[in-house]
């Protein structure tokens, strides 16, 4: 069994490295390893760390047989691994994620802005699912699959997708995506959780819900 995770795994980077170039900007050199710097200055990505100052630490990180702590109200945690955990990553235009789901857990609704997403299944059985934008017959369609362990499944970037641990026991399931730095934005806590608050009558319209609901989600998020 764990032959068979490291494997997927590994297929799983191969897959996400084919295009991870397509939405962060191409190096021109072999790494640009991210440093902080704080003189006001802003760029698109991180400032590069000189190339004889680099070494193997910027390139490595650890902990991802360790799993996640799922007590949460969802039951899901996401340990990923981007250019915060990996300097390296700077310029190249790939992450990558370590999802841990509790019995019947999950990754609520939310999008990555800048990234497409492969997901594989290592334990359990997820049914996930992503939705369409808008179309010009007003289209949201929604396309879901149940995974079992082996199974890969592509969410494309900027689509409201989600992931449910569907058994009585505990799921796990590892990410590639294609920008160092992907974003998320989960769906409920902006709408309902932003700081300061969305006015509760543009919710109470858009979601066309008495103004008393739109209060008490707002109080719980």
Same mark, same amino acid.
């Given at each position: 069994m764990e032959g068979l995770k490291f494997v997927l795994v590994f297929v799983l980077l191969a897959l996400a490295s084919s295009f991870a170039s397509a939405f962060d900007?191409?190096?021109l050199q072999d790494f640009c390893v991210a440093v902080d710097e704080t003189d =006001?200055?802003?760029? %698109?990505?991180?400032?590069?760390?000189?190339?004889k100052d680099v070494t193997e630490k910027d390139f490595f990180s650890s902990g991802l047989n360790i799993p996640g702590d799922t007590s949460g109200?969802?039951?899901?945690?996401?340990t990923a691994v981007n250019i915060e955990k990996i300097?390296?990553? %700077?310029t190249l235009g790939i992450s990558f994620a370590r999802i841990d789901f509790a019995?019947?857990?999950? %990754? @609520? @609704?939310?999008?990555h802005p800048r990234a497409t997403e492969i997901i594989v299944v290592v334990e359990g059985t997820l049914y996930v699912g992503f939705v369409t934008s808008n179309l010009a017959n007003g289209d949201n369609r929604l396309i879901t699959k149940a995974l079992k362990p082996g199974d890969v499944f592509v969410f494309p970037i900027g689509l409201i997708h989600f992931q449910f641990n569907v058994g009585k026991t505990k799921a796990l399931a590892? &990410? =590639?995506?294609?920008?160092?730095?992907?974003g998320v934005i989960t769906i409920a806590n902006a709408v309902f =959780?932003?700081? @300061?608050?969305i006015?509760?009558?543009?919710? &109470?319209?858009a979601f066309q819900l008495d103004k008393k609901v739109v209060d008490y989600l707002q109080k719980a998020f």
């Amino acid at each position: 069994m764990e032959g068979l995770k490291f494997v997927l795994v590994f297929v799983l980077l191969a897959l996400a490295s084919s295009f991870a170039s397509a939405f962060d900007p191409s190096p021109l050199q072999d790494f640009c390893v991210a440093v902080d710097e704080t003189d =006001g200055v802003f760029v %698109n990505g991180k400032f590069c760390k000189d190339p004889k100052d680099v070494t193997e630490k910027d390139f490595f990180s650890s902990g991802l047989n360790i799993p996640g702590d799922t007590s949460g109200r969802v039951g899901s945690n996401v340990t990923a691994v981007n250019i915060e955990k990996i300097p390296g990553l %700077n310029t190249l235009g790939i992450s990558f994620a370590r999802i841990d789901f509790a019995p019947y857990g999950l %990754n @609520p @609704p939310h999008t990555h802005p800048r990234a497409t997403e492969i997901i594989v299944v290592v334990e359990g059985t997820l049914y996930v699912g992503f939705v369409t934008s808008n179309l010009a017959n007003g289209d949201n369609r929604l396309i879901t699959k149940a995974l079992k362990p082996g199974d890969v499944f592509v969410f494309p970037i900027g689509l409201i997708h989600f992931q449910f641990n569907v058994g009585k026991t505990k799921a796990l399931a590892f &990410a =590639g995506l294609s920008s160092q730095n992907p974003g998320v934005i989960t769906i409920a806590n902006a709408v309902f =959780g932003s700081d @300061p608050p969305i006015n509760p009558d543009v919710l &109470a319209k858009a979601f066309q819900l008495d103004k008393k609901v739109v209060d008490y989600l707002q109080k719980a998020f």
